[in-house]
């Protein structure tokens, strides 16, 4: 069966109280007094007896484990009982043995505890990994995207030969507007204003049908033109429409792309988010260990102190002689806790930064 400290507090008072009687009392009195080491109500008849029960019940692992104070009772009536041996003492110590290997079997215990910091590094590989998947989403294709831009790419197309036509037409309207603006000058309404400008050589039917041949040619001249005109107007009227649908599909698409792009920020915002909750919850965690920890510490510390007294102890009882003094140092002696039952590493470790950039401006923070 393991052993283990029990009744750390009880043996504490009961050794605090040896040190305090002891002071108090010759030397003599605390080998041979019946109530030495100020164990009153813990002394056994026959600490022998007891001896090896405790021995027997250390066989046992259904058995409860001696206690520090258990172990004190008995070594404070064998120091009294002349029937003692040396093996006597030495059980004892094998059990004192014990539970020292339990102590640091249990610091060792905790210790491990605090050092693993293997949720922390869960947090860590899962924000990882969710921010590589995250930037893959936002560089992935965006089908809705590259619909809409190759719907704008055939809009534009239409609309740049719009433009061309438009420029062809226009050039066309400047000539055959030209024609009519160089043909009207010469009106024959003019006869009606200034006949006497007129040079005409003929008779006068001859001068009505020159008029009427004018009138004719620049009629056709004037419909030429609005034709061209309207023409032009037209195309231009439809240009100017597809320019405005060609800008919106355009807008549409953008939004399309900030979308594609505010998904891969928005998903390492999310990540991080998620790491940070991962992180405290495992700070959480840790500071409640190293709490429990330094609490078990002290507790480990004192049951520590405590079996060095009871092997100090069992030292005076068998020693052979020159227990008097042997026993006025063990009292005065001060027993230093070993470096290895101190905990260490009881800060977390350093948090990496998780980072949600680049943020595109279309998005937001």
Not at 335 to 362: E, I, W
Request: aromatic share 8%.
């Amino acid at each position: 069966m393991q052993l283990n400290c029990a009744s750390v507090l009880a043996a504490l008072v009961a050794l605090s109280s040896v040190a305090d009687s002891a002071k108090s009392r010759s030397s003599k009195s605390i080998l041979n007094g019946r109530h030495a080491l100020g164990l009153e109500q813990v002394l056994v008849s026959h600490p022998q007896q007891a001896l090896m029960s405790l021995l027997r019940s250390s066989a046992d692992a259904s058995a409860p484990d001696p206690s520090i104070s258990s172990l004190a009772a008995i070594a404070a009536s064998l120091s009294q009982d002349a029937s003692t041996t040396p093996s006597s003492v030495q059980q004892i110590k094998s059990l004192v043995l014990g539970l020292e290997d339990g102590l640091i079997a249990e610091f060792n215990t905790t210790q491990s505890g605090i050092n693993n910091i293997s949720g922390f590094q869960h947090c860590i590989d899962t924000m990882n990994s969710a921010i590589s998947t995250c930037n893959n989403a936002g560089t992935g294709n965006n089908s809705a995207y590259e619909a809409c831009i190759a719907e704008w790419r055939q809009l534009n197309d239409y609309y740049t030969t719009c433009r061309a036509t438009e420029q062809e037409y226009n050039a066309t309207r400047v000539l055959i507007c030209n024609d009519y603006s160089n043909a009207s000058w010469q009106s024959p309404f003019n006869w009606h204003f200034c006949p006497a400008n007129d040079n005409f050589q003929g008779t006068y039917e001859q001068y009505l049908q020159r008029s009427v041949d004018r009138l004719y040619t620049l009629r056709s001249l004037r419909e030429n033109c609005t034709r061209a005109t309207d023409r032009w107007t037209n195309k231009t009227d439809m240009c100017d429409a597809t320019e405005i649908v060609l800008n919106e599909k355009w807008e549409n698409c953008s939004q399309l792309l900030n979308v594609s792009n505010c998904t891969g920020y928005n998903c390492r915002k999310t990540s991080c988010t998620s790491y940070d909750t991962c992180w405290s919850a495992q700070e959480g965690a840790f500071n409640a260990t190293v709490t429990m920890a330094y609490g078990l510490e002290k507790s480990l510390h004192a049951q520590w102190r405590a079996l060095q007294r009871i092997e100090c102890l069992l030292e005076v009882i068998d020693a052979s002689s020159n227990q008097t003094a042997m026993l006025e140092e063990c009292i005065a002696r001060r027993h230093v806790v070993p470096s290895y039952l101190n905990f260490t590493n009881t800060a977390p470790p350093a948090k990496p930064p998780c980072s949600s950039a680049p943020r595109p401006d279309a998005c937001p923070a």
